[in-house]
Nanobody, 122 residues
Framework: QVQLVESGGGLVQAGGSLRLSCAASGRTFSSAVMGWFRQAPGKEREFVAV????????SYADSVKGRFTISRDSAQNTVYLQMNSLIPEDTAVYYC???????????????WGQGTQVTVSS
């Protein structure tokens, strides 16, 4: 089992920045990648970004490229999502997830955090 705890969400004005953290514990060695997903009100959960633990290889959704950066601290078993130039459309609950494939598909992730709310005001 892998436990994931997100933090860092909050309310920010458009154009502002937030950094989300996801602390992993348990059998973290069983997961090769960590991803961030988000779910806006009335919408399906969607892929945001993913990073591979060993190589730091990353992938991003087109909607966040150039604005968001995913990174990891292997010593702390923590993954971060730096979000800059936030827009109201970024408002959502953000979830981190652990999986074995570097993928945008939710089905490839085995463990999920409880989510953290990000609200961007206009």
């Amino acid at each position: 089992q892998v436990q994931l705890v997100e933090s860092g969400g909050g309310l920010v004005q458009a154009g502002g920045s937030l950094r989300l953290s996801c602390a992993a514990s348990g059998r973290t060695f069983s997961s090769a990648v960590m991803g961030w997903f988000r779910q806006a009100p009335g919408k399906e959960r969607e892929f945001v970004a993913v990073i591979r633990w060993i190589t730091s290889s990353t992938s991003y959704a087109d909607s966040v490229k150039g604005r968001f950066t995913i990174s990891r601290d292997s010593a702390q078993n923590t993954v971060y999502l730096q979000m800059n130039s936030l827009i109201p459309e970024d408002t959502a609950v953000y979830y981190c997830a652990a999986g074995s494939l570097q993928s945008a598909r939710q089905g490839n992730y085995d463990y999920w955090g409880q989510g953290t709310q990000v609200t961007v005001s206009s």
